[in-house]
């Protein structure tokens, strides 16, 4: 979850095209994003607002994507610690958690092998992926879920065209993420833009533009919920798009 970070830099979503660049820092945001989440992972699972959110997410993909416990292989990308993943296990044959956080990953797969739950069914695997055949042994997904992570991507367009890369035909990508408002006002507080460079959140134009630009099929926009976070209160939406057959 985008908390308790230190320095405040002053950036801002460049005009909804999807490409940022971490020219006042050092460090490039995916780096900054791994060591912010590597320190926080162990505590994450605990937060009582990341509960709520996992849970109202996952209710919502469930309701939304028709799983089949024999059949439907998952990814749920930046997947963090694995809340949604563990509430969407029961309901899936396979799914692969990928996150550019090692200590995520870490806290992920510690938490599935307390559970009992095998590997083949649930694991998760730290990856910055660019789309190439060599990368996830090849798997290719039902389902991509990601949630709460898009504000986090440099270019979310290239991100939607890599993720679209990993479905099979006829596939289905759900993300979730924080509305943009209509007043023009930042919804994640400054002092977090050094891991996340949307700091206004996305809009229905902003997703459509990056479903679209990656092929992306039935595309759809709706409030998920609304939800107080950083003291602030958040529309989260879901959007959908599917891999032609
Ligand atoms: C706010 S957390 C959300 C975690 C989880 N999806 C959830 O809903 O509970 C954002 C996650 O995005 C991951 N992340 C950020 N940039 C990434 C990137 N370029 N590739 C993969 N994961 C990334 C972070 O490490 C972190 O685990």
């Keep these: 979850m985008s908390s308790h970070a230190h320095d405040d830099t002053g950036q801002h979503d460049g005009g909804g095209n999807g490409h940022l660049h971490a020219h006042a820092h050092a460090q490039s945001f995916p780096d900054a994003n791994a060591q912010y ?8 699972d605990e937060r009582p607002a990341h509960q709520e959110l996992a849970q109202r997410v996952s209710a919502a993909l469930l309701d ?4 089949k416990e024999e059949e439907t292989v998952v990814m749920d990308f930046a997947c963090g610690t694995g809340l949604v993943s563990r509430a969407l296990a029961p309901h899936a044959k396979t799914i692969i958690g990928v996150d550019i956080s090692q200590g995520s990953v870490d806290e992920f797969n510690r938490r599935v092998e307390n559970q009992g739950i095998l590997p083949e069914e649930m694991r998760a695997v730290r990856a910055e992926l660019k789309g190439e055949d060599s990368e996830l042994d090849g798997l290719r997904f ?19 065209r890599i993720l679209a890369f990993f479905l099979k035909a006829g596939g289905h990508l759900f993300v979730v993420d ?10 994640i507080p400054q002092k977090f833009g050094h891991i996340v460079p949307h700091l206004h959140g996305l809009s229905e134009s ?12 039935d595309f759809s926009y709706g409030l998920l919920t609304k939800m107080k976070r950083n003291g602030k209160d958040e529309s989260l939406f879901l959007t959908k798009g599917v891999k032609a057959l």
């Design 37 to 44: 989440f590597d320190a926080h992972a162990h505590e994450m």
């Design 64 to 67: 939304a994507y028709q799983f």
């Design 142 to 160: 039902d389902l991509i879920v990601c949630s709460m992570a898009y504000h986090h991507f440099a270019s979310y367009v290239d991100m939607t």
């Design 178 to 187: 924080i509305m943009k408002n209509e007043d023009g006002m930042a919804v």
């Design 206 to 217: 902003d997703m459509r533009g990056a479903f679209e630009g990656a092929g992306l099929q």
